[in-house]
């Protein structure tokens, strides 16, 4: 294909602090007093102490257990960065494997590109506790060591679900799944991939809990979640399947100046340059899905959007704050709130100066 034919989200899956799937998603972004609430499940037991004397609050997905979606074997050592990654990954191939169009053939041509901040940093940090002031190097458990590795939740989709196709893991803060989506269109237009699961992967731990905390960039009322979305990115055209939506546009640039003032002017920029696809399509942005509400960089953003006069719908306050899961709940969240025939902007910024911008022209289908 070309770098001007277009490419289409054909189906989505999502767990979130609000639930598991789309439906979850929407009647908790609905909710006029999702700003005041906090979603989810409670942490595991074993965390409990670990939490306390944190300020606000955390939030799981509810009643997780990765046997629920895949057979328990192998899944002993898995760390829950992988697990949920796993977990919609599954739901997901089970929505495509049902379509007519697919056959097994066809996976050794699909590929994965994932989104996260460090994949499972509570893996690392208690690998290197238990080196340091445990077992030692010569003992411990080496089952563990993948997961201390930023691909290994890639990876493990990879290996679960036989897919031949690129494996990749975008870190770039919370525009991660945004940087992947954009890198996988790329693969495809290319001829590398005939389809690409994409998405962004987080998971609840208290070393991340009590680092977000203690960095301050994030309000004490938005709640620490995790979650895992993924999309199945690939061609549109008369032969494809019913679109969820159409990806019109997708930049990622960088601030050069990290100031309130220089990030503005960059997610500016980058707004810009989604729209102008948009004009020549003739698609109406209706809403925008800022990524940056309750945060530091709050107004920064909205400095760079003051030009739309649309409704917006603050994603990360409804599923709490889930790292480089973030833009892959907005890519879900576009899908379940939007209209058809309407386009829907994705922003966000982080504060390592990367700053992004998408735009999702919805289908016919939800």
Same mark, same amino acid.
């Given at each position: 294909?070309?770098?001007?034919?277009?490419?289409?989200?054909?189906?989505?899956?999502?767990?979130?602090?609000?639930?598991?799937?789309?439906?979850?998603?929407?009647?908790?972004?609905?909710?006029?007093?999702?700003?005041?609430?906090?979603?989810?499940?409670?942490?595991?037991?074993?965390?409990?102490?670990?939490?306390?004397?944190?300020?606000?609050?955390?939030?799981?997905?509810?009643?997780?257990?990765?046997?629920?979606?895949?057979?328990?074997?192998?899944?002993?050592?898995?760390?829950?960065?992988?697990?949920?990654?796993?977990?919609?990954?599954?739901?997901?191939?089970?929505?495509?494997?049902?379509?007519?169009?697919?056959?097994?053939?066809?996976?050794?041509?699909?590929?994965?590109?994932?989104?996260?901040?460090?994949?499972? /940093?509570?893996?690392? &940090?208690?690998?290197? *506790?238990? =080196?340091? %002031? !445990?077992?030692?190097?010569?003992?411990?458990? $080496? +089952?563990?060591?993948?997961?201390?590795?930023?691909?290994?939740?890639?990876?493990?989709?990879?290996?679960?679900?036989?897919?031949?196709?690129?494996?990749?893991?975008?870190?770039?803060?919370?525009?991660?799944?945004?940087?992947?989506?954009?890198?996988?269109?790329?693969?495809?237009?290319?001829?590398?991939?005939?389809?690409?699961?994409?998405?962004?992967?987080?998971?609840?731990?208290?070393?991340?809990?009590?680092?977000?905390? /203690?960095?301050?960039? &994030?309000?004490?009322? *938005?709640? =620490?979640? %995790? !979650?895992?979305?993924?999309?199945?990115?690939? $061609? +549109?055209?008369?032969?494809?399947?019913?679109?969820?939506?159409?990806?019109?546009?997708?930049?990622?640039?960088?601030?050069?100046?990290?100031?309130?003032?220089?990030?503005?002017?960059?997610?500016?920029?980058?707004?810009?340059?989604?729209?102008?696809?948009?004009?020549?399509?003739?698609?109406?942005?209706?809403?925008?899905?800022?990524?940056?509400?309750?945060?530091?960089?709050?107004?920064?953003?909205?400095?760079?959007?003051?030009?739309?006069?649309?409704?917006?719908?603050? *994603?990360?306050?409804?599923? !709490?704050?889930?790292?480089?899961?973030?833009?892959?709940?907005?890519?879900?969240?576009?899908?379940?709130?939007?209209?058809?025939?309407?386009?829907?902007?994705?922003?966000?910024?982080?504060?390592?100066?990367?700053?992004?911008?998408?735009?999702?022209?919805?289908?016919?289908?939800?």
């Amino acid at each position: 294909m070309t770098s001007s034919e277009e490419l289409q989200i054909s189906d989505v899956s999502v767990l979130s602090a609000a639930g598991v799937g789309l439906d979850a998603l929407r009647e908790r972004l609905r909710e006029p007093a999702a700003a005041g609430t906090a979603p989810g499940g409670e942490p595991s037991a074993a965390d409990a102490d670990h939490y306390v004397g944190l300020p606000g609050r955390v939030a799981a997905v509810p009643d997780f257990k990765i046997t629920d979606y895949v057979p328990r074997k192998g899944t002993k050592n898995l760390d829950r960065t992988t697990a949920l990654g796993l977990a919609a990954s599954t739901l997901l191939k089970r929505d495509l494997s049902a379509r007519a169009d697919i056959s097994d053939a066809s996976w050794e041509s699909t590929g994965i590109a994932m989104g996260t901040v460090v994949g499972s /940093l509570r893996s690392s &940090v208690d690998l290197d *506790v238990d =080196i340091i %002031e !445990g077992k030692g190097i010569d003992l411990i458990n $080496p +089952a563990v060591f993948p997961n201390t590795t930023m691909n290994c939740c890639a990876s493990q989709i990879a290996i679960w679900h036989r897919l031949r196709g690129p494996n990749s893991t975008l870190a770039n803060g919370t525009v991660s799944a945004l940087s992947a989506l954009r890198y996988a269109a790329r693969l495809i237009r290319c001829g590398h991939a005939r389809r690409m699961l994409v998405g962004g992967v987080e998971e609840l731990s208290p070393h991340t809990a009590w680092g977000t905390r /203690l960095k301050k960039d &994030v309000q004490e009322s *938005v709640v =620490i979640g %995790e !979650g895992a979305a993924m999309v199945a990115l690939e $061609p +549109a055209g008369p032969d494809a399947p019913p679109a969820l939506a159409t990806v019109t546009a997708c930049e990622v640039m960088f601030a050069p100046q990290r100031t309130q003032a220089g990030y503005a002017e960059a997610l500016r920029r980058a707004v810009a340059r989604a729209l102008e696809p948009c004009a020549a399509a003739g698609v109406d942005v209706r809403l925008i899905l800022p990524g940056a509400v309750g945060t530091v960089l709050e107004q920064s953003e909205e400095s760079a959007l003051e030009q739309f006069d649309v409704e917006r719908v603050d *994603v990360r306050t409804a599923v !709490g704050e889930c790292g480089g899961a973030l833009g892959a709940m907005q890519l879900a969240a576009a899908v379940a709130l939007g209209r058809p025939g309407t386009g829907i902007l994705i922003t966000g910024i982080d504060d390592s100066g990367a700053v992004a911008a998408a735009v999702l022209t919805i289908g016919g289908r939800s």
